[in-house]
């Protein structure tokens, strides 16, 4: 009979639950019920107790938290309600139902059990203190007091109440739970102790790390000054980069004319010699222009040599490879550490950088503005040269080019002569 009353209050709190219980309880539902009445079971065969305590024992573990469907608060009161009710309409003596009900009562935390069932209820009511799912579970109801709008945690906080929960407000009070879940509980909350600690060093951590990183970010130079030199000096690089490719480019179209010019006027000039003017002055015009591209693109020589004088003085710009690549490694990190120490070094040393990339730009742009002024005159100049010169000797542009060969025929050829001979 017993079992059989055991089976429909499981049945009764589980169609309660998943018909009348807000699904926001994660943790308040029939999967704590069944683990409550599990760890019931586990003190119980542990324990010299009736079988009528076994029985109000495992129907307290069933209805207490049958309350929950109401609400949170008095949530104790209102399973003793629902549990009194389903047991007069199951017949139970009433004896067992006011033990039944003083057994629900017991779980509640403000209070002190008195007697070897409440004492049994508490502990297995409050078992996942001392199992493994006790992180699970405890998540779980952080999550139900947030959804139930009782009270939000951050996982800080719910890490330091949980740590005051198994340190200061929870015991346990059966030889069983004492035995078997007390060190458990104990290596929960050396977990919690241990992540505590973890997360206050990584917060010094951090700290720290802003903290130097503020001092940092007072003591490098402001935003809009790296802005400024970061672009000021990108467009320059690519100013200059622009200007060796416009001298490259001329470099290799008057080295091409020059070539055309030896393989097929000079052969001419012996017949012609009229032309010799003209191709002389078509030729010093490239040539021109290709010294001129040289220069603009040829690199000046430094010393690439300091002192420690220089440095001290801030007299050598340590951002500019020529004036060190003759020192030594040592001599130069140690320069680097001297500059890195003023700020007003570096500004200096960047914008002297900055200053010489314009001058050597403003040289470069002006010898090629130079050879392209050249290339064109002396295109001109060779034309007109050149046009003068075939009017002059009555001469057509036709006879001063040179002419394809006339296609070959078989036909000219002697007829008497045979390929099969």
């Known amino acids: 009979m017993a079992s059989d009353l055991i089976k429909k209050t499981e049945a009764f709190v589980f169609e309660l639950f998943k018909n009348e219980l807000d699904p926001s309880y994660l943790y308040h539902n029939y999967k704590h019920t069944e683990r ?8 119980i065969e542990h324990s010299e107790i009736s079988e009528e305590d076994i029985l109000i024992l495992k129907l307290a573990a069933l209805l207490h938290d049958t309350g929950y469907i109401d609400g949170t608060k008095n949530h104790e009161e209102r399973s003793v309600e629902i549990g009194t009710k389903f047991l007069n309409e199951q017949n139970v003596d009433q004896a067992v139902i006011e033990k039944v009900n003083a057994c629900i009562m017991a779980t509640k935390f403000n209070d002190s059990p008195k007697t070897e069932l409440d004492k049994i209820i508490r502990d297995a009511d409050s078992s996942h203190f001392g199992k493994d799912y006790f992180e699970e579970a405890s998540e779980f109801l952080r999550k139900e007091l947030e959804l139930r709008e009782i009270k939000s945690f951050t996982g800080k906080e719910w890490r330091d109440e949980n740590i005051k929960m198994l340190s200061k407000k929870h015991q346990y009070y059966t030889d069983y739970a004492l035995k078997n879940w007390q060190e458990s509980k104990e290596e929960n909350l050396t977990d919690l102790l241990k992540a505590k600690k973890k997360q206050k060093r990584k917060y010094d951590k951090e700290k720290i790390k802003a903290k130097y990183k503020a001092q940092y970010k007072n003591e490098s130079p402001e935003r809009g000054i790296q802005t400024f030199f970061r672009v000021a000096l990108r467009n320059h690089i690519k100013l200059s980069d622009i200007a060796d490719t416009k001298a490259n480019i001329l470099l290799s179209v008057n080295a091409i004319i020059i070539s055309l010019v030896l393989a097929n006027m000079i052969a001419k000039l012996d017949n012609n010699a009229y032309l010799i003017y003209p191709t002389a002055i078509f ?28 440095v001290k ?4 710009n340590l951002t500019f490879f020529g004036n ?23 500004y200096s040393s960047l914008t002297k950088d900055l200053y010489f990339l314009g001058v050597v730009l403003e040289r470069k742009y002006r010898i090629l503005r130079i050879t392209y002024t050249v290339f064109m005159i002396g295109i001109i100049v060779s034309v007109i040269t050149f046009a003068v010169a075939l009017k002059t000797n009555g001469k057509n542009i036709d006879d001063v080019l040179p002419q394809p060969l006339a296609p070959t025929s ?12």
């Open 283 to 310: 030729t010093l015009f490239c040539v021109v222009s290709m010294i001129l591209s040289i220069i603009a693109t040829r690199p000046n020589i430094t010393s690439g040599e300091f002192t420690k004088e220089d």
């Open 324 to 346: 060190f690549h003759k020192m030594k490694l040592e001599d130069f990190e140690w320069a680097i550490t001297e500059l890195l120490k003023d700020k007003n070094y570096v």
């Open 410 to 421: 078989y036909i000219q050829q002697d007829k008497t002569q045979s390929f099969w001979v």
């Open 36 to 43: 409550v009445l599990k760890s019931t079971k586990e003190i």
């Open 313 to 316: 003085n801030k007299d050598v």
